[in-house]
């Protein structure tokens, strides 16, 4: 082999040049005075604009992975809030409609119930107050079950009535209970006396499978008789006290081909949705208490003359 061809160049692990130390503090120094030089005269700034304009589609795309997580993560988080917001408020919503539907049901009891106080204060009738349980499921009849019975000293026949009129009868008395026949029952007769004329005749109950009615029977096609006229109670039976509200009259039918006229009435009292009631002594249970103290009175008399 020529001399001329062989490399004369020493191998790298006996290369001559500056050190490792010689170079660190060089590009240290370079750094500094670069850092320096960009901070005082801002050598950099349009190569590093340009850089990060450059750079910006990229750092956006990038970035969009993170961005999407981020947004699915708020967004599925703002929905289940929002869920839960708006289940609070539904329960927040019926329980004030509740509670108003409450009020309202409150205060037509509380009016209901003076009204009913006020009537007792009024009525000379011995009387007491109850309470409807329910209606009796019965459809060829119309009845209410009362919390009040014979432990209550409740007479079978009591007339029963609310603040606005008569309402029935009891018909059963139990220990705990009374089953209250109202006006409208079928077997229900009621004398009644009309406050405009004086004329006396007996009201019936009328039940029906969609709507309830009274109606007066027997009253000739010629008599005085119209379309609201009050009726209350005779008196004439022994069991109501006269004077007391019971229906008006809603309708007047004069036949040609009947002696008697069609006569409808309408119940003074809210048969249909009554609570509380007012259950009174029968006059017939009345009248021989006042004859015997009377008797006793007038004893007591002739034993002082003597």
Known sequence: MPLGTLDRTPPSLFKQGPSLLSQFVFFTCLSLFLMFADTRFEIAKTLRSSIATVLAPVNRVLSMPGSFVNNAAIYFESQATLKESEQALKQKLLLQSQRASQVEVLGSENAHLRKLLKLQSNLATPSQAAQVLYAVSDPYSRKVVIDKGSNSNIALGSPVMDAEGIIGQVVRVY????????LIDNEQATPVLNVRTGIRSVMYGRPGANTDTLEL??????ADVQAGDELTTSGMDGVYPAGLAVAKIDKVERRTYSAFAKITCQAKANLGNVKHVMVLQPTTS?????????????????GTKK
């Open 217 to 222: 029977r027997f009253v000739s096609g010629t």
């Open 175 to 182: 220990p705990l209970s009374s089953e209250v026949a109202l």
């Open 286 to 302: 009345i009248i021989p208490n006042i004859m015997h103290d009377a008797s006793q009175g007038a004893d007591g008399k002739k």
